[in-house]
């Protein structure tokens, strides 16, 4: 994607003032001149989320500053992104949908329940608009109410799940953050071939957490049901059983 200065500082959750000075720092790289406007691309991006995670790991913007600098020398610009990309990549889509606030209560029939979707990250207020960051999770929900499922029902479900999964991720960045401690103590940073190693290892890790939960939920999805709805049948059919030879029991 390309941005104007102010979209990129939109985008990266910072301003355009910080933006500047980051360059004049060296700590990011000069845009794309177009006549007299200048055009940053995802590159642009990922450094700057790049930037703010390091700076809330208490590096400063000096220190910041030669770990940029100790990655770039002598080194090409995809080996240097690699690593950028691995630990800033948003998995997550982007997409979004807009719903004017008015009409917003009446779509998820409690007004309690908008609080709850901003608190998950599903949705976030804009003067009239809603947006709803999960379009695709919005539907399923959509859905469901056509079988009677309320929206209050649903976000139960999805904040069990949420919880679940976040204690996942939580242990597969544990996990990869102690492994490079032990592999090369507290405060390493990765140069010259080591770039590409780290950047594929945490890629790595990434694609197992998110096939290891695919996987082991569609899997103990189908075991359950099975489980379940076995359970169900039997009753079901010892109930019309009894009701067959009882005629005055109900099934």
Not at 23 to 39: A, C, D, F, S, W
Not at 48 to 69: A, M, V
Not at 77 to 103: H, S
Not at 150 to 157: A, F, P, Y
């Amino acid at each position: 994607m390309e941005y104007r200065i102010d979209d990129l500082a939109h985008a990266a959750g910072t301003t355009t003032r910080n933006v500047r000075a980051y360059r004049e720092r060296g700590l990011l790289p000069p845009p794309e001149k177009r006549g007299r406007v200048g055009i940053y691309g995802d590159a642009h991006l990922s450094r700057l989320r790049l930037i703010d995670i390091l700076l809330q790991r208490g590096f400063t913007t000096s220190h910041i500053g030669d770990f940029i600098s100790g990655w770039e020398n002598g080194k090409d610009l995809a080996e240097v992104l690699g690593l950028q990309n691995a630990v800033t990549e948003q998995w997550a889509k982007n997409d979004t949908v807009e719903i004017p606030l008015a009409i917003v209560d009446e779509f998820l029939g409690n007004s309690d329940q908008l609080p709850r979707l901003q608190a998950l990250g599903l949705a976030r207020v804009e003067g009239d608009t809603c947006i709803f960051t999960d379009p695709e999770l919005l539907q399923g929900f959509s859905s469901l109410t056509e079988y009677g499922f309320t929206i209050g029902q649903l976000i139960d479900v999805h904040e069990r799940i949420h919880a679940a999964v976040d204690g996942i991720a939580k242990d597969m960045i544990r996990t990869a953050k102690n492994h490079i401690v032990d592999e090369h103590g507290e405060g390493w940073l990765p140069s010259g071939s080591e770039v590409g190693t780290t950047a594929d290892m945490l890629v790595g890790m990434r694609e197992l957490a998110v096939h290891s939960v695919n996987a082991t939920l569609a899997r103990t999805l189908d075991d359950n049901l099975e489980r379940e709805l076995g359970d169900y049948l039997t009753t079901a059919m010892e109930a019309n059983e009894k009701h067959r030879t009882d005629p005055g029991t109900r099934p």
